[in-house]
């Protein structure tokens, strides 16, 4: 699940940290305050709110893995049939602001201190250019196996979904921004898959979510995904 982070971190200082590969899988919070008592950072408000934050993240996602025990992307019918769960999939971060506002370095100390096995990183550019491979190699095979005629009935986006679950449930994007309307029209379905597959995203983002994808084509159809973003 998904929630924007309530601070202004468009205020924050950027403070250049040497990172020192010993430091993987310390906590967010516990990285930050020895780089601000050894002088790399300069402590700051903001910042210490949306650390907490991410803190509490990576606690509440300790040993996490999407959709049961095995972390196997559920069955058409183990979704029909499954018991509800007792315990509720933790929301992802959503942090926005301006350029050079510190964002990036705090969501890599969450990725860096949290333990899920199963985890990706990724500018979210690429992510979305890894998605459309996915996308078209499978439809080419659905197509080779079943037929052109058939393809309309066939999930492509929601296997690609799958298919990513499969290989993470954590998502930590960097640069979260929406310009091409080829993204722009995929996005609500392949995430709401991703969602509902117990998979956790984490973003950073220079814009709100209300103001993605802004004066884009046809953004009308884009809206829902805001929705989703929300939502989740």
Known sequence: MWRNVRVDVGRLHLVRARWNSQQANISPLARYNELVRIGELRRDEHQQSIIEQLDSLCTRLHSYQANGQDGAPLSFLSKMFAAPSSKATPRGLYLHGSVGTGKTMLMDMFYDGVHVSKKRRAHFGAFMVDVHKRFKAVKDEFIQSSGE???????????????????????????????????????RGLFTRLFENGVI??????????????????????????GVLKVW
């Open 149 to 187: 005629d058939r393809i309309r009935t066939f999930n492509a986006l929601g296997q690609v979904a799958d298919g990513i679950t499969e290989e993470a449930h954590l998502l930590c994007f960097d640069e979260f921004q929406v310009t091409d309307i080829s993204n722009a029209m995929i996005l």
């Open 201 to 226: 995203v984490v973003a950073t983002s220079n814009r709100r979510p209300d103001d993605l994808y802004m004066n884009g084509l046809q953004r009308a159809s884009f809206l829902p995904f805001i």
